[in-house]
């Protein structure tokens, strides 16, 4: 994918923030450029031609802005570097526990031609809608281990057959470089005026084992510039989920 394309995509998908004030459209841009995970999600075989999306600990709903933005890009454009189909969302659920994430998320999708649905809920008690795929990026180590199993229980449960799931994690084995990350995430929730959080991490073999035992097949997908820290895992349903 050029840079041209990915340029124009951070420029279309962080515009809708602007009306939700300088701090929003700021952030949007930030992590729109400079994240690994947006453009690795239009990588060919990642997520499915087209699907209804649950997003749980949205923030303020980047991924359906940047899908949105992505969808305008015509199929097969070798001058955009694009030589297949980009995803396409249909629908688009986002669940955050902070209202305030939600209400820039609200501002910023409100013209959009899909439906979309935000709420302001704890992932861990919401009901879930049905999708063809759920995200979980950057969320999970915040809740504790018995609650991350419950979740991904009920995930794999209401999946479909040929639903995905997409999770980005840190991997707990990797180090220094995974103590920083998670710095920068605590430093994150402390300026959000959340308190010190206490953060529940994993290796990334530990989260592909447990969503083995639950009943999804896992692969662990590159995400460009990433570095080790974080890992990009898409996990699909397999055998019956466990009761
Ligand atoms: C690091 S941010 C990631 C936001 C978004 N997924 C992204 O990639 O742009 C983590 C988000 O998870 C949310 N969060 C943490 N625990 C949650 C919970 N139990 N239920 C819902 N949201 C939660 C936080 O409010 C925060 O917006």
């Not at 015509?74 to 694009?82: K, Q, T």
Request: hydrophobic fraction near 45%; glycine fraction near 10%.
């Amino acid at each position: 994918m050029k840079a041209a394309l990915l340029h124009r995509l951070v420029d279309q998908a962080s515009a809708p923030y602007r009306p939700a004030g300088p701090w929003a459209w700021h952030f949007a841009r930030g992590k729109l450029k400079g994240d690994p995970l947006f453009p690795a999600l239009l990588e060919p075989g990642l997520l499915p031609a087209a699907g209804r999306y649950l997003d749980l600990g949205c923030g303020q709903g980047l991924l359906a802005s940047w899908l949105l933005a992505a969808a305008g890009t015509p199929p097969h454009s070798p001058a955009a570097g694009v030589a297949h189909p980009l995803p396409r969302m249909l629908a688009y659920h986002g669940v955050d526990m902070q209202a305030h994430s939600i209400a820039h998320a609200r501002q910023a999708l409100a013209g959009s031609p899909l439906p979309v649905k935000l709420e302001a809920d704890d992932m861990c008690a919401a009901a879930l809608p049905p999708a063809d795929v759920v995200t979980l990026f950057d969320v999970l180590h915040y809740v504790p281990p018995a609650a991350q199993e419950a979740l991904l229980h009920r995930i794999r449960t209401a999946l479909p057959g040929d639903g995905r799931l997409l999770m980005r994690v840190g991997d707990a084995a990797a180090g220094l470089p995974h103590h920083l990350s998670r710095l920068v995430d605590s430093l994150v929730v402390l300026g959000h005026g959340g308190g010190w959080p206490r953060l529940h991490c994993r290796s990334a073999a530990g989260w592909c084992a447990l969503l083995r035992e639950l009943g999804f097949s896992t692969e662990i997908r590159d995400m460009p510039g990433a570095g080790f820290a974080n890992v990009l895992i898409l996990a699909r349903p397999t055998s019956n989920p466990t009761s």
